[in-house]
């Protein structure tokens, strides 16, 4: 936490781990223990819900983290590739040459595609089909959620 003005905020600068997820399927599940996880290891891991306050601008902050960030992990999920953020900050990784760890959640590699019903304008389609294409290939974990 930085004291900014009597207030407390919490530094949105720099983490170690940057958390990219769907939050509907993840957060409640392994993106909070990933991040318990990591901060009990005393790493700086970036979780949107635990990272920022209400007031931050999204994108501002989330952009921020993922640039100056170590490495990220991205949590593939069912919902995940319906999600325009989730795209953005797969493609910000790539585009900043993060080292991206990917964790199949649910989802298999080869499911990995953006929904049909996901408004992305012409510009971003391309930098997150490439952004998925290259995390198809990646080697990652796998986590079963009905097996905990």
């Known amino acids: 936490m930085v004291a900014k003005d009597g207030l ?3 530094s949105k600068a720099f983490c170690d781990v940057f958390i990219n997820h769907r939050g509907i399927d ?3 599940t392994i993106a909070t ?3 318990d996880h990591l901060s009990r290891r005393n790493l700086q891991p970036f979780l949107d819900n635990k990272n ?3 007031g931050d601008k999204l994108f501002d902050n989330i952009d921020n983290a993922i640039r100056n960030c170590k490495v990220g992990v991205a949590v593939f999920s069912p919902n995940y590739c319906k999600s325009y953020f989730c795209l953005h900050e797969l493609a910000l ?3 900043s040459r993060k080292k991206v760890i990917p964790i199949f959640c649910d989802v298999k590699p ?3 595609r953006i929904a049909d019903n996901v408004n992305v304008p012409a510009k971003d389609f391309r930098r997150f089909e490439s952004a998925l294409e290259e995390a198809k290939y990646t080697v990652g974990l796998t ?3 009905s097996k905990g």
């Open 8 to 10: 407390a905020t919490k």
């Open 26 to 28: 993840t957060k409640r």
């Open 33 to 35: 223990l990933l991040y």
């Open 52 to 54: 920022m306050i209400p």
């Open 93 to 95: 990784f790539l585009e």
């Open 110 to 112: 080869s499911q990995l």
């Open 143 to 145: 986590f079963d959620s």
